[in-house]
């Protein structure tokens, strides 16, 4: 079944090749010539511009084509071990550094030019507990549902097949049971982390205890992860739904959404969804898609009712496995150029269709741009799923209070590096502006999710105060001499 590939928000994947010349090298950094030299005295299959796997590693892993850069070197640790003699070499070579996991995240988030990038994909050990499962940071959510399908079980992570669990499960992880479960970060119950001195060491909720929570939520602040322990859950079935609907549908499918939004049971059964709408600015048509995930094999899942009301042009219901539903939801790497820009409110129907409505009407205004991809994506944060942190006796970063909340974005594709300015400023441009509409309604909330963010946002900016000074007392013990703010290369960054 490629019906995801057809409807979605990620289309057909018609990979174009990087505008971005690799072979115009950078000269690389004084630090980064230091620990490239050094890194390939000590190890084996370091890769630098000469070598063939060069644009394989450098450009044809990261999703964005913006990410495309050009590291001096990118070094592939095998093991824990190796990245912590990585990490003693950046320090003494004072050499930056960007790290990939999945490589799913924004541009400027996991590669450099000029510097060394540490692509983690070797560290792919998977072991399967009885009720956990230990994960290497080099692989993807599909990965690991492949891995626990055999045994009947589940973990909280990506929705989609090839995001990566590094990333995701650092800066909290919307994913179908997060109603139930919590975020995928809520779900981790060991990290091994290599500080920025080399040194190894692994935060649970008795040991390094404010590591432990300082990572559920502090993304790439603390240091390098090399491995998650994840909590899994009994599900060998979940029941799915996939609905598209026409224009005349999106009222109904955006009321829906707030509908999700909004419950709030006492005992709440797993369901949770991708919600998109997809415009075509050339043939003006509009549909809206939801890809629905619930516990069980109630077919069709009773959380959907909602949208099962609606008139679709395409309704599928199936019970099957997580491995399974997840295998056709591809994000290919290198479709596009692509730009996030999100916002948060209170789930309002009526607003949220003027929000859609006002993102179309701007599309029409950039139709023109070569390639234009645009997308608006909707989240749903749920009263419940805030609770779990609320309760479990260790938190997270967010604070998030326990009422239902809708995040909002518009995800916009292009082709060209010549529109990036452009397409940056228009979408930045009309978040805020519609941003400021729902504060002035009193129904925005400040909350940014790091996963839906432009890299023009701050996340740390809507979280509570407290938890921010926190975060930086934590920072100031574990990672005195500031390598993930220095020399690790961007992400979200805590200020100083
Ligand atoms: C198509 C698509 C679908 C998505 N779907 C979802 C979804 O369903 N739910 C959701 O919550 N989010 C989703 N996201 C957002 C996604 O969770 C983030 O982009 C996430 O950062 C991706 O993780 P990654 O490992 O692939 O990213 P990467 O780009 O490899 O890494 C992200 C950041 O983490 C850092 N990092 C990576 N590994 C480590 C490590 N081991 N230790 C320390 N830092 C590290 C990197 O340097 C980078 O700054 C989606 C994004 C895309 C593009
Ligand atoms: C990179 O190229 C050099 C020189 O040709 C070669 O010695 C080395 O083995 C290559 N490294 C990899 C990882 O292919
Ligand atoms: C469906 O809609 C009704 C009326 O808006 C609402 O009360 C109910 O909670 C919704 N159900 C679900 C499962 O979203
Ligand atoms: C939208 O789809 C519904 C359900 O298939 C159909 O009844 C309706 O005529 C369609 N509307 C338009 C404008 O195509
Ligand atoms: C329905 O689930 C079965 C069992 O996992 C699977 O083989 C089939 O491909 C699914 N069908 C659709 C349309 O998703
Ligand atoms: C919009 O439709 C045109 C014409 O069918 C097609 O070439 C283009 O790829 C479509 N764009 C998107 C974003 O689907
Ligand atoms: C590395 O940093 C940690 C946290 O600050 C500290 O506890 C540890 O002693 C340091 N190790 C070395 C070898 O300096």
């Known amino acids: 079944m490629n019906l995801f590939l057809s409807l979605s928000l990620l289309g057909l ?70 990245v912590s003699k990585a990490m003693s070499l950046f320090n003494s070579c004072n050499a930056q550094f960007a790290v990939r996991g999945g490589g799913h995240m924004n541009a400027r988030s996991n590669n450099i ?55 995701l499960s650092l800066i ?51 240091g390098l992860v090399t491995k998650f322990t994840l909590r899994t859950y009994d599900m060998p079935k979940v029941s799915t739904t996939i609905q598209v609907y026409n224009e005349s549908g999106i009222p109904d499918f955006l009321n829906a959404v707030c509908d999700m939004a909004l419950l709030d049971e006492k005992d709440p059964i797993a369901a949770g969804m991708v919600a998109s709408v997809q415009y075509n600015a050339t043939t003006k048509v509009t549909s809206a898609s939801v890809l629905g ?18 008139p679709a042009t395409t309704r599928i219901n199936n019970v099957t496995t997580m491995k399974q539903w997840a295998t056709d939801l591809d994000s290919p790497k290198q479709m596009f150029r692509v730009m996030f820009s999100h916002k948060t409110m209170k789930p309002d129907a009526e607003v949220l269709v003027s929000i859609y409505k006002a993102w179309k009407d701007a599309v029409d205004q950039i139709a023109d741009v070569e390639g234009l991809y645009p997308t608006f994506v909707t989240n749903v944060a749920s009263a419940p799923a805030a609770r779990v942190a609320l309760t479990n006796g260790v938190g997270n970063v967010w604070g998030l209070e326990d009422t ?49 963010a432009g890299e023009w946002q701050d996340p740390f900016a809507g979280i509570p105060k407290e938890n921010v000074a926190r975060m930086k007392e934590i920072r100031s013990s574990y990672d005195p001499e500031g390598v993930f703010s220095r020399l690790n290369w961007g992400g979200f960054k805590l200020g100083l």
């Open 404 to 452: 239902g909340h809708i995040l909002w974005q518009f995800s916009t594709g292009w082709a060209l590096a010549q529109d990036d300015l452009r397409i940056e400023a228009w979408s930045r441009q009309l978040a805020e502006s519609l941003h400021a509409i729902n504060v002035e309604k009193g129904i925005a909330s400040e909350f940014v999710y790091m996963g839906d």
């Open 172 to 222: 909290g992880g919307f994913h179908y049971f997060n109603s139930k479960y919590g975020y995928a970060m809520d779900n981790v119950v060991s990290y091994d982390v290599v500080l920025g001195n080399g040194t190894q060491i692994t935060a649970t909720k008795s040991s390094h205890k404010d590591l432990f929570w300082a990572l559920k939520g502090g993304a790439n602040n603390y």
């Open 113 to 167: 030019d000029g510097g060394v990038l540490v692509a983690l994909e070797k560290l792919n050990d998977i072991q399967v507990k009885k009720d956990t499962v230990e994960v290497g940071p080099g692989l993807t959510w599909y990965d690991v549902y492949s891995a626990l399908e055999p045994h009947g079980r589940v973990a909280i992570g990506g929705r989609l097949k090839t995001i990566g669990v590094p990333g």
């Open 293 to 310: 995930v619930q516990e069980g094999i109630s077919k069709p899942p009773s959380r959907f009712a909602n949208f099962s009301a609606i």
């Open 13 to 82: 994947a018609t990979a174009s090749s990087s505008s971005n010349s690799l072979t115009d090298v950078v000269t690389p950094q004084k630090g980064a010539s230091c620990a490239c030299k050094r890194l390939s005295r000590t190890f084996d299959g370091v890769i630098f511009p000469k070598n063939a796997s060069y644009t394989e590693q450098a450009a044809d892993k990261y999703w964005d084509i913006r990410a495309d850069l050009s590291p001096a070197c990118v070094f592939l640790p095998a093991s824990a071990d190796e």
